[in-house]
């Protein structure tokens, strides 16, 4: 590999550009040599914006033409099944946006293919927000040390809310018709109804069935899911009990999600901003009462101001070099979608 990681992008619609390309494009340590878009138009457009050499009207041409080290795809989910091992085979690095497919056959597919060629990195970008990265280094600690006692209990907290927060500013956008993909087929284990619900369940919520995993670290299992739809109860490997509220109220104009991580002497609390928002990392408050006398302390330390989308094209390029391991790789992701599809059986009864 060069000095410079040669990207190719799949697809620059509006998370490809502005999540993704634009945090590419301004980072030393690569280089988009080449872009795929299915709408000529948009793709000239995008790549003359950024500065992007060669443009391909698909991903195949891309890949026949083309020295690559990783690629970056940002597609509609429903079509990772059908993209996502014909990317893999190519032996390369890939990125592409959570949740890993529409359903649990898909995402089977999906593991399958990255185990015989490349490897895939899913976009959970809010493990890359400096915020939580510290956290879960204080997490992890003080689980090994345990100076605030065991860990008790894990809640998080994400109402519906402005998640663009001004981020899609600078979008390029053309008049072609949006062009008909092919997808997945639908799960074979649900209905339409039910399955409609878990799409929309794992295209909003899966940021937050994964965050617990990662906040937790160890897997966990759905025990109920309130038949009102705000709330999944779940209990760690370990028996710790945790908690997702989905959207028990809705915010506007904000963003206010957040994840309380609670020892017998005192919690991590991690406040996390709007996904699209720029040059703006969450926040983390640490509260350590010892008891016996000592006096209780609340910190708040100051994390990098950078935002999670750029922190996380930072960590998929660090993976891409071996630096680190992949934030969340395909194993994973899938058990992300067994969770929600537990979820989806307590709470519809299918």
Known sequence: MSDKIRLGFVGVGGMGQCAHLRNYASLDG????????LRPELGRKVAAKYGVPQVYPDHREMLADERLDAIVASQPFRRHGVLLPELLAAGLPVFSEKPLAGCIEAGEKI???AQSGGWLMLGYNKRSDPAT???KVEIDRLKASGDLGAIKYVRILMPAGEWIA??????????????KLDQEPPASDMDDETFQAYVAFV?????????????????YEVTHADPS???LVGRSESGVCCTIETSPYQTTVDWQ???????EKGYVKLDLPAPMVLNRPGRVEILRDPGGGATPETVVPQVPQVHAMRQQAVNFLAAVRGEM??????????????????????????
């Open 111 to 113: 593991v399958a293919a």
């Open 166 to 179: 001004g981020g899609f500013f600078d979008l390029v956008r053309t008049d072609e018709p949006y062009p």
């Open 257 to 263: 999600e957040s994840a309380l991580v609670c020892f």
């Open 325 to 350: 391991p992949p934030m969340t790789d395909a194993a994973e992701a899938l058990e992300d979608l067994k969770v929600a599809r537990e979820y989806i059986r307590l709470w519809k009864g299918v």
């Open 229 to 231: 739809g705000v709330l």
């Open 30 to 37: 690569c280089e988009v040599v080449a872009l795929a878009e």
């Open 133 to 135: 990265m510290y956290a």
């Open 203 to 219: 295209n909003y919520y899966i940021h937050q069935v994964n965050l617990m995993r990662h906040l937790l670290g160890e897997s």
